[in-house]
């Protein structure tokens, strides 16, 4: 089976930066894209970043065009999420998922496999 775990989360500050990693494991691993979302209280799931990860190209919501930064590093399996200049509404349990074809990357429903998840909070 495949494994994502996020790690990386925790308290900053407003103005402040933090960065998320998303490991993946599991022999059947396969994948074409990662993306991050987020799920903040009370709130459905949304789209945060992705990457394509033979070309690494990116794509990224528009709240945080700017402030964050998806890479990742095929030696260690691992996808990070950048996040700088945080914000209060930043704040959510985030999580990463891998899709192993082609699809709708800012979909949550085009992902295969999800990780449990990191929560971020940024007190302002």
């Known amino acids: 089976q495949v494994q994502l775990v996020e790690s990386g989360g925790g308290l900053v500050q407003a103005g402040g930066s933090l960065r998320l990693a998303c490991t993946a494991s599991g022999r059947s691993f396969s994948s074409y894209a990662m993306g991050w979302f987020r799920q903040a209280p009370g709130k459905e799931r949304v789209f945060v970043a992705a990457i394509i990860l033979s070309g690494g190209i990116t794509d990224y919501a528009d709240s945080v065009k700017g402030r964050f930064t998806i890479s990742r590093d095929y030696a260690k399996n691992t996808v990070y999420l950048q996040m700088n200049s945080l914000k209060p509404e930043d704040t959510a349990i985030y999580y990463c998922?891998?899709?192993?074809?082609?699809?709708?990357?800012?979909?949550?429903?085009?992902?295969?496999?999800w990780g449990q998840g990191t929560q971020v909070t940024v007190s302002s």
């Open positions: 998922a891998s899709v192993a074809t082609r699809g709708v990357l800012t979909a949550p429903a085009a992902y295969n496999y």
